[in-house]
């Protein structure tokens, strides 16, 4: 590992962050990438990315099924829009109107 990250040329003392998936091939506390990271640089701490997180929480809320419901609405709605041109421009004049009546300007 020291090899790869000489070769990319980088300095190991802005080395202070990794973010994994969870697979062992790159989070493995005796074989990962971030063990190996850790030996050339002690304070790269390796956390979960926060996205693959998002998705976990996600996945794990919409076993409620309250919030399975309130996703199918919201699809059905963007669905009803995104079917009509004209549906879809109205819907983008009405946000637009609304957020200058609110101060915030169009999106």
């Known amino acids: 590992m020291a090899d790869v990250l000489d070769a990319a040329s ?4 802005d080395l ?9 091939a790159m989070s493995g506390q005796h074989n990962g990438v971030q063990k190996h990271i850790l030996e050339q640089c ?5 956390v979960h990315c926060a996205s693959h997180a998002l ?3 996600l ?6 099924l309250e919030i399975c ?4 609405i919201m699809y059905k709605v963007e669905v009803f829009y995104n079917e009509c041109n004209k549906r879809l421009l109205n819907r983008q004049q009405f946000i637009n109107s609304e ?3 609110h101060g ?3 999106p």
């Open 59 to 64: 996945a794990k809320a919409c076993d409620l």
């Open 69 to 72: 419901a309130a996703i199918a």
């Open 16 to 24: 202070v962050g990794q973010g994994y998936d969870g697979a062992a």
């Open 55 to 57: 998705n976990f929480c």
């Open 10 to 13: 980088l300095d190991k003392n």
């Open 42 to 46: 002690c304070i790269a701490t390796c």
């Open 99 to 101: 957020c200058l009546v």
């Open 104 to 106: 915030n300007g169009p």
